[in-house]
Nanobody, 120 residues
Framework: QVQLVESGGGLVQPGGSLRLSCAASGSIIRINDMAWYRQAPITKQRELVATITYGLSTNYAEFVKGRFTISRDNAKNTVYLQMKSLKPEVTAVYYC?????????????WGQGTQVTVSS
């Protein structure tokens, strides 16, 4: 059984920084793409924030480009999201996502979510 555990969320002042982490554990042969999504409290819609491939190619949503950085540590099966110059508009629950291959198949997994709140 594969599990993704997120950490690093919390309350931060506008203009501050935060670093989210998501560690995968379980039966893992290879983690392909990893990504961060966010879910607004009202709409409940999840939208893509950033992705990173096994080969470290990255893509970002336009609304975070230049302020957020996604990275990964394959030895730790962990993906990170470094967030800088935070604004109240980014307040949301952030979820990590990973496409993981084990001995049986390839599946998409979600973390439990971590709250990010930007407020003075």
């Amino acid at each position: 059984q594969v599990q993704l555990v997120e950490s690093g969320g919390g309350l931060v002042q506008p203009g501050g920084s935060l670093r989210l982490s998501c560690a995968a554990s379980g039966s893992i042969i290879r983690i392909n793409d990893m990504a961060w999504y966010r879910q607004a409290p009202i709409t409940k819609q999840r939208e893509l924030v950033a992705t990173i491939t096994y080969g470290l190619s990255t893509n970002y949503a336009e609304f975070v480009k230049g302020r957020f950085t996604i990275s990964r540590d394959n030895a730790k099966n962990t993906v990170y999201l470094q967030m800088k110059s935070l604004k109240p508009e980014v307040t949301a629950v952030y979820y990590c996502n990973a496409r993981i291959a084990n001995y049986r198949n390839i599946q998409n997994y979600w973390g439990q979510g971590t709250q990010v709140t930007v407020s003075s």
